[in-house]
């Protein structure tokens, strides 16, 4: 468990259910093993259902019997009419990471295994997601909410599957909770899960998804040095602005220089997430074709060429700079 380098103690994500509950003993194995002190669970009644929080107070239950110390954390407020899964999710690691903050873990543990690396990487095929999004799941990752920057996610159970850990758990006479709406199908997760005895039948089991999903990962990661490496050419702080060379960003291969260029409008901006792919696109185009003019606006920040006293770069140096006012922000 300690390979993953993280600070302990860490906190476990606890929702009684099998993989998050086989998850929760075997950190507490480790951590006794190290002569550590045990995660803390972190249980989250979403209260979308009646019986949320009884499922909640067993998972706190469980954990308690395996000498945790356990918190459940409860939502606020209506039930959302749509977005469930998104509203749920975002609730789920609001609650959780307000805790760790307050409390000084850094850390969050989830139950994430082989088979929801697989079952992403199909959601996010179907809703056409590129080479990011198809890429699988890190096993540490930065906090899924951008306002908890300084927490981390780790998922240590990604290359195993889900039913090895079913038998780790009657192995051990633990019971473990089913959530019913793991298996309606209003929600797409569900629907693909429900697919997946098909698939495999077909020969695309869950570890072959999840073999495709880390080779995509692996190209990603090349792709991210690539684009460093560009940034590192082509780009030149200067306070709150970075001056850029429009040739060496041009030169690069279109996905780096894509890349290189959504990195510096999010750097600048402080935009937790890339620009809409189609305004970049008209961006880096009229920057290749010459056709930039006075300069355009995107993502929160100007772009436009750069006065002859701050060309760094030669006559074709661009500069970068946060908009003074987001109201009325668009790309031109």
Known sequence: MDELGTPWPGAVA???GGDSLALMHLLADWARAKGLAPPVA???DHALRKESAAEARKAAGFARKAGLVAHILTRKGP????GIEAAARDARY?????????????TLYVGHTLDDQAETFLLRLGRGSGLDGLSAMRALAPFPLSDFANLNLA?????????GLRDF??????????DPMNSEA???RSRIRGLMPALEAAGLSPSRIADAAAHLARARAALELATEAVIARAAKAEGARVLLDAGALMAAPRE????????????VSGEPYRPRFDALERLFDSIDNGKLGRGATLHGCRLFPAPRASQAFGAKTLVLVRESSRSGQKSR
């Open 14 to 16: 606890l929702s009684g």
């Open 42 to 44: 972190l249980i989250v």
């Open 79 to 82: 039930v959302p009419k749509s």
């Open 94 to 106: 609001s609650l959780m990471g307000n805790w760790m903050r307050r409390h000084d873990i850094a």
């Open 155 to 163: 998922r240590p159970l990604l290359r195993t599957a889900r039913a």
């Open 169 to 178: 758990l009657k192995q051990r006479d633990q019971v473990w909770l089913e």
């Open 186 to 188: 209003r929600f797409a």
């Open 256 to 267: 780096v220089g894509l890349r290189a260029l959504a990195g510096l409008l999010m750097a």
